[in-house]
């Protein structure tokens, strides 16, 4: 079993900056790559940002620029840092991880169980 957790959501002012956190643990044989989605009311879930574990990373346009995914490889972590945060940023981000897990062959993709940002005067 892989487990994800999440942490660090909560509400902002505009302009503001929080940063995500989210763990990996369980049966882990490699991480392959792990990631920030995020899902608006009445919207879609759509790519955030997301980082392979040879360190190249990718972004949505809506958020180059003012957000940065890293991760601590040691920990399976993967952080994001959000800054000059916009209203429409607000949704429930979640986290996702590519795992091997120690007794499969295949890659399969975790997700976390979500946490909400809130960006509101």
């Known amino acids: 079993q892989v487990q994800l957790v999440e942490s660090g959501g909560g509400l902002v002012q505009p302009g503001g900056s929080l940063r995500l956190s989210c763990a990996a643990s369980g049966s882990i044989f490699r991480v392959n790559g792990m990631g920030w989605y995020r899902q608006a009311p009445g919207k879609q879930r759509e790519l955030v940002a997301d980082?392979?574990?040879?360190?190249?990373?990718n972004y949505a346009d809506s958020v180059k620029g003012r957000f940065t995914i890293s991760t601590d490889d040691a920990k399976n972590t993967v952080y994001l840092q959000m800054n000059s945060l916009k209203p429409e940023d607000t949704a429930v981000y979640y986290c996702?991880?590519?795992?091997?897990?120690?007794?499969?062959?295949?890659?399969?993709?975790?997700w976390g169980q979500g946490t909400q940002v809130t960006v509101s005067s």
């Open positions: 980082i392979r574990s040879g360190g190249s990373t």
């Open positions: 996702s991880a590519d795992v091997r897990p120690t007794d499969r062959r295949y890659v399969y993709r975790y």
